[in-house]
């Protein structure tokens, strides 16, 4: 498997559920990244990790909660979302070493709560 | 504040050329970049611009201007598969990307 995936594609929830989004990049990369893309709005970055430390946190509500066991791995924890939190979610990896650290995308999340 | 500017959406003939704009404001530069999104799918990267000019990979081009703040998307010989959005995103002085809401691009036989 290349590049980066992301599991479930897509995922229905209610406001009491506590589900996570999984990310795995297979591109040797040092820094992941979540972000949250609604219609019509830029990408909105939530987290970045950085050689697995957490480096980013863009005044994320606490209901989401970012998990970054190695560098090929990250996940989402969600609970108690609301329904405006229904939208696309994204994770990303770069190489973050002095070069274009051009970010490569897995093909989201779609996630909606009801 | 920082902002990217790019039309919401535009409409072209499959064959023909279009050029997408992008305008930026921000705190710094460090790169710009296009990615193309289709429906349902992940952003895919297209070009990196970090010098002024014009950088060419195939039936799309990629031009930059540092002093007026602006960048262009062009694509050429259109196809059906072209139909997307194209996402224009900055990386400022503190190394964040700063994304623009994206241009829906509708090619029509």
């Known amino acids: 498997e290349t590049g980066v995936t992301q599991t479930p594609r897509h995922l229905v929830m209610g406001m009491t559920n506590k589900k996570s989004l999984k990310c795995e990049q297979h591109?040797?990369?040092?820094?992941m990244y979540w972000y949250k893309q609604s219609a019509k709005k830029p990408l909105e970055l939530m987290f970045v990790?950085?050689?697995?430390?957490?480096?980013e946190n863009n005044s994320v509500p606490s209901r989401f909660s970012p998990e970054c066991p190695n560098s090929s791995h990250l996940f989402l924890h969600l609970h108690t979302l609301q329904p405006e939190d229904s939208a696309l979610y994204l994770c990303?990896?770069?190489?973050?070493?002095?070069?274009?650290?051009?970010?490569?995308f897995g093909p989201g999340t779609r996630l909606t709560v009801l | 504040g920082q902002n990217i500017d790019q039309p919401t959406e535009m409409t072209a003939t499959e064959g023909a050329i279009v050029q997408i704009n992008c305008t930026y404001q921000?705190?710094?530069?460090?790169?710009l970049f296009w990615y193309q999104q289709h429906a349902g799918e992940a952003p895919t990267f297209l070009s990196y611009?970090?010098l002024d000019g014009l950088e060419e990979k195939g039936r799309f081009s990629s031009f930059l201007s540092r002093s007026k703040g602006y960048s262009y998307l062009l694509l050429k010989e259109l196809q059906m598969k072209d139909s997307a959005s194209y996402l224009c995103?900055?990386?400022?002085?503190?190394?964040?990307?700063?994304w623009g809401a994206g241009t829906k691009l509708i090619i029509k036989p």
């Open positions: 990303a990896s770069s190489q973050v070493d002095g070069s274009t650290d051009t970010q490569y």
């Open positions: 591109l040797g990369h040092n820094a």
């Open positions: 990790y950085n050689f697995k430390e957490q480096t």
């Open positions: 921000t705190s710094g530069f460090n790169g």
């Open positions: 611009n970090v």
């Open positions: 995103a900055v990386r400022d002085g503190n190394y964040q990307l700063i």
